[in-house]
């Protein structure tokens, strides 16, 4: 049966990822950005000034699952990280997911029998990193907020996070833009390499559909080993 899913944060590459998986299996899906279009594959696409409830678009039809893709990396020591910095953060990674789901929550509830939320977390969250400050407390409160809801909306929607460890993208390029950097980037994961997109959209696929069914209120880390292996 076709299913109708919305990603926000629809110009990342692990959203485009998930809509590919998606769209393969016969489901139809609606994206969400504050990016222009360009070259997508998306049967709807929305661009928005910003992630708030009065930017959102009205949408009519049942809404069977929602991810919410939008992050941010800003890692530097603490003590050159502003206030502005860390509310930018908070509200991007997290009032963001906020609005979206308070603005679509009755398209949900109108979809049965279960439908689901997908949020995106860090491995840094579970793991102290340096220079991550403000994306944990940031990406914290989205691993709170799944927990939260999950209980409030259970049985009729789940809730779930993803927390992925370093993924190839234009957002973490600068991170890996040298094979030094990949190399050493790459060493620090048990799995001896970083994530790729679609490793984590195969993640985010099964938690949206009737495979997880009877899971809700979990952070499912995608992170090649590295908040739970130490290599000898």
Known sequence: MS???LLAGASSAISLSTCQLLQSAGHQVIGLSTKSPGDHAYDQYFQVAEYSKNQLPELSQPIDGLVYFPGTINLKPMHRITEEEYLMEFKINALGAVSVIQHYLQNLKNAP????????????????????????????????????LAAELAPTIRVNAVAPSLTASPLSEKLINTP??????????PLS????????????????????????GQILPVDGGMSSLRML
Not at 117 to 129: C, D, E, F, N, R
Request: proline share 4%; aromatic share 6%.
């Open 180 to 189: 030094e950097k990949l190399e050493a980037s790459s060493k620090r994961h």
């Open 113 to 148: 029998p279960t439908p689901s939320i997908v949020l995106i977390s860090t491995v840094a969250v579970a793991q102290g990193m340096n220079f991550h400050t403000s994306i944990s407390m940031a990406k914290g409160a989205v691993e709170g907020l799944t927990l939260a």
């Open 3 to 5: 299913k109708t899913y």
């Open 193 to 216: 390499r970083i994530g790729q997109p679609e490793d984590i959209a195969h993640a985010i696929f099964f938690l949206l559909g009737e495979q997880s069914s009877w899971v809700t």
